[in-house]
């Protein structure tokens, strides 16, 4: 995965010879996730459209999200032909925002305890 | 400094170096000079760039999620917020799901920019980058249109006529923020656009505010940035608009 592969295509139009460090793909990939980016938009689309509601909500529009956004990373940015130093460095960071959310979840249960208590349920 | 010393090809060739792809994880981190190997300055910065942005948009939401979850208040549903009447009846959310479509239908035609770009299609890649800024703009446009409606309909950073007042900021900023950033990238298309079309990569024009000459990957490195103004919206679209 980590290598940087450069497809070359049949049939195509007399091009210089790419250099390796070039991110080609055949154009039916992209095509082939620009479909699937559709089909999962209008999926996360009908979750709201149909009225979906509690958990099975929650875990649709996720799931859809991530994996909107797995194909755009991997696919489009090229993510899944970058060489291991380069994917580590940009997706373990984000990883951090993870715990920050964890500890604001935290604190927002708290607020929302203390208004509860001491403000009569006003905001 | 030479030009070509920027070149990541004047690197040392990392690929012929045998090994796992943890083996050369460990090298290129040990190596004590490039660590993105086979990758040039100017796709390393755009990502970092992208990182620290990923942060900032990681901050938003994150601030909107602790606003949400610790108000009193109920929420203003943004099915019902975001509805527009169409034909007498009103559908859900409807203006949000063309915006989604608008902006992947964008990520599609910039990734075939990139493509026809290395492959040296000037004319094919410059028009498919037109198209792809004429997608953003229609996408900056619609979100204009929404921002109207809502702040005709009483919407403000302090106030809304259905519930939480901090519905109305956390809206703001959030599409606020990535507004800015689809214009700015409709701006940067425009502007490399033309000098694809042009053919500056070919006559190896010097840039106007760089005075360095370009190459082909200046197509890739904005089609990350594109990319990632996609990618946020996917999760603004969950996060704000569907939750």
């Not at chain 1, 095509?31 to 999962?40: D, I, N, P, S």
Request: proline content about 5%; some cysteine.
């Amino acid at each position: 995965m980590a290598e940087t592969t450069a497809h070359a295509e049949v049939g195509a139009p007399a091009a210089p010879p790419l250099p390796a460090d070039t991110q080609h793909h055949p154009v039916k990939l992209y095509l082939a996730v620009w479909g699937w980016l559709f089909v999962l938009s209008a999926c996360s689309y009908l979750v709201d459209y149909i009225g979906l509601q509690g958990w099975l909500r929650w875990t649709l529009i996720v799931l859809f999200m991530l994996l909107k956004a797995g194909l755009i990373l991997a696919i489009f940015m090229h993510m899944a032909w970058e060489r291991l130093t380069l994917i580590y460095a940009i997706l373990l960071p984000p990883l951090l925002v993870m715990v920050f959310v964890g500890i604001m979840a935290l604190e927002a249960n708290y607020t929302l305890l203390t208004r509860v208590l001491y403000f009569g349920g006003g905001n | 400094m030479t030009e070509s010393s920027l070149h990541p090809a004047a690197a040392p060739p990392a690929e012929a170096r045998p090994g796992s792809g943890w083996r050369r994880f460990a090298a290129d981190w040990a190596s004590d000079q490039t660590s993105f190997k086979g990758v040039s300055w100017g796709k390393a910065m755009m990502w970092v760039f992208l990182l620290s942005d990923t942060f900032v948009f990681g901050c938003f939401l994150v601030a909107y999620m602790t606003a949400r979850m610790s108000t009193t208040v109920p929420w203003p549903n943004p099915s019902e917020v975001f509805a527009l009447e169409i034909g007498g009846s009103s559908v859900p959310l409807i203006l949000i799901a063309i915006m989604t479509f608008v902006l992947i239908s964008s990520s599609g035609t910039m990734a075939l920019a990139v493509h026809y770009g290395y492959l040296r299609d000037r004319r094919k890649a410059g028009r498919l980058m037109l198209v792809t800024a004429l997608f953003g703009a229609c996408f900056v446009g619609m979100q204009a249109f929404e921002w109207t409606k809502l702040i005709r309909e009483g919407v403000r950073p302090w106030t809304n006529p259905w519930g939480a007042p901090q519905f109305g900021s956390s809206f703001f900023m959030i599409t606020g923020f990535h507004g800015t950033h689809v214009t700015i990238g409709v701006i940067f298309l425009l502007v490399l656009a033309r000098k694809v079309l042009r053919g500056d990569y070919e006559t190896g024009r010097r840039g106007f505010f760089t005075s360095r000459r370009g190459r082909y990957e200046a197509i890739e490195i904005m089609g990350l940035y594109w990319h990632f103004v996609d990618l946020v919206w996917v999760f603004i679209f969950a996060f704000f608009y569907l939750w």
